[in-house]
């Protein structure tokens, strides 16, 4: 009977990537050090690439069909409401306070568009909302107020003291 004979070890080392991740150079002019793609993975303080930790369910958003289209992290200036906002498949738009754990699901409004994503900013300690469809509204962290003779623009930005709007269906070339 021949005895096998066993394989060799083999040693991979494998380039730390402390330069970083470069997205816009082409993978094959990157130095050794940086990396041109990463997925599922972190890079620590050393710059090694570890996995990246699981996901973990906290909490349940409406019914089982329901899913999250768009999403928005406010605190408002004294920080005294931290909040995360979200728009669902089912038109509605919730909030949950935030701490370790998500709170629970509030609706500030219902029969919202199941389609169209939400653009948010935040001025004037409120966050404003937009998706040209359904009317621009503001929340303050306690109270919603729309705007029923505002344009319904799909995007909105800050820019200095002002709240541009854009996108307004029949008047895509204008910004209010």
Same mark, same amino acid.
């Given at each position: 009977?021949?005895?096998?004979?066993?394989?060799?070890?083999?040693?991979?080392?494998?380039?730390?990537?402390?330069?970083?991740?470069?997205?816009? !150079? =082409?993978?094959?002019?990157?130095?050794?050090?940086? #990396?041109?793609?990463? @997925?599922?993975?972190? %890079? $620590?303080?050393?710059?090694?690439?570890?996995?990246?930790?699981?996901?973990?369910?906290?909490?349940?958003?409406?019914?089982?069909?329901?899913?999250?289209?768009?999403?928005?992290?406010?605190?408002?200036?004294?920080?005294?409401?931290?909040?995360?906002?979200?728009?669902?498949?089912?038109?509605?738009?919730?909030?949950?306070?935030?701490?370790?754990?998500?709170?629970?699901? !509030? =609706?500030?409004?219902?029969?919202?568009?199941?389609? #169209?994503?939400?653009? @948010?900013?935040?001025? %004037? $300690?409120?966050?404003?909302?937009?998706?040209?469809?359904?009317?621009?509204?503001?929340?303050?962290?306690?109270?919603?107020?729309?705007?029923?003779?505002?344009?319904?623009?799909?995007?909105?930005?800050?820019?200095?003291?002002?709240?541009?709007?854009?996108?307004?269906?029949?008047?895509?070339?204008?910004?209010?």
């Amino acid at each position: 009977m021949a005895r096998r004979r066993g394989s060799p070890e083999i040693l991979l080392e494998l380039p730390s990537f402390h330069g970083g991740v470069d997205y816009d !150079t =082409d993978p094959d002019k990157l130095p050794p050090h940086v #990396a041109s793609e990463i @997925f599922q993975m972190l %890079l $620590d303080e050393l710059g090694n690439a570890v996995q990246r930790p699981g996901i973990e369910l906290v909490n349940t958003v409406g019914a089982a069909g329901d899913r999250v289209i768009s999403a928005f992290f406010f605190i408002n200036s004294d920080k005294s409401k931290k909040q995360l906002i979200i728009h669902t498949s089912a038109g509605a738009l919730k909030y949950a306070n935030m701490g370790s754990v998500p709170g629970a699901w !509030t =609706d500030i409004a219902t029969g919202l568009s199941t389609t #169209a994503r939400m653009s @948010f900013v935040v001025f %004037l $300690d409120q966050v404003w909302m937009t998706n040209g469809v359904n009317d621009l509204r503001s929340w303050d962290g306690t109270t919603q107020t729309t705007y029923a003779s505002a344009p319904k623009g799909k995007f909105i930005a800050l820019w200095k003291d002002t709240l541009w709007q854009a996108g307004v269906t029949g008047s895509r070339d204008r910004v209010y």
